[in-house]
């Protein structure tokens, strides 16, 4: 929990440094930049992206980040029940990965199938939805706590690796040109809400959208 907004910082870091489409010489690349990065807490991306990950066609790579010491602390009325539940937080985290790497084979889905009663008709239809592919490529870093120097080297570790990246790929990491015709493209909308101006440099979609504004405001 205590790094559920990583995940917001890191978007910032490597989508904005190094989503370019032109390298340094302002030449067209021919190759993908930026990963597109999004994140969650402990358990809750199970339920969320975790199906993604495991049976998408599209392969997705991620890392687990895993802190082993809660932070809340172990207290000696409660020490037991507060180490056994981090432990169970820790073997989901590992089962993830595990998963994510050996999959489940069409014979292992089928025979479990069998085991839990299932007719041949049942199994045949059932197997293919079950199966994971495995193969599917995760980095599990592990810290025993977090504390200042734990999470600057976590930090520093994505900085670097983003500014290699754009070493590779030979773009500039440290301008972001891209958001900035969003910023001046606003005031002239903004001016257009306020004053109740009709546009006349607009596109019909843009102006559709902001007439349907208008009417809700009213």
């Not at 991620?62 to 507060?82: H, N, R, W």
């Not at 490529?137 to 977090?146: A, F, H, L, R, V």
């Amino acid at each position: 929990d205590s790094l559920a907004l990583l995940p917001q910082y890191l978007q910032q870091l490597v989508m904005e440094s190094n989503g370019k489409s032109v390298d340094r010489a302002g030449t067209d690349v021919s190759y993908n930049t930026s990963a597109i990065i999004w994140g969650d807490i402990g358990t809750n991306f199970q339920h969320a992206f975790g199906q993604h990950l495991h049976q998408s066609s599209t392969i997705t790579p991620c890392d687990f980040i895993l802190v082993i010491d809660s932070q809340e602390g172990y207290y000696p009325e409660t020490m037991i029940k507060a180490i056994e539940q981090q432990n169970l937080l820790i073997a989901n985290c590992l089962a993830q990965s595990k998963a994510l790497m050996e999959g489940k084979d069409v014979e292992s889905v089928k025979n479990k199938l069998y085991r839990d009663g299932y007719s041949d008709n049942k199994v045949s239809k059932l197997a293919p939805h079950m199966i994971l592919p495995g193969n599917r490529p995760s980095n599990t870093m592990i810290m025993k706590s977090i504390n200042p120097k734990s999470l600057g080297a976590l930090i520093a570790l994505y900085e670097h690796k983003t500014f290699c990246e754009g070493v590779i790929w030979n773009i500039n990491s440290f301008d972001q040109w891209g958001v900035e015709l969003g910023k001046t493209l606003s005031q002239d909308i903004f001016n257009i809400l306020t004053n109740q101006n009709e546009s006349q440099d607009n596109d019909q979609s843009t102006n559709n959208l902001i007439t349907v504004i208008r009417n809700f405001q009213k």
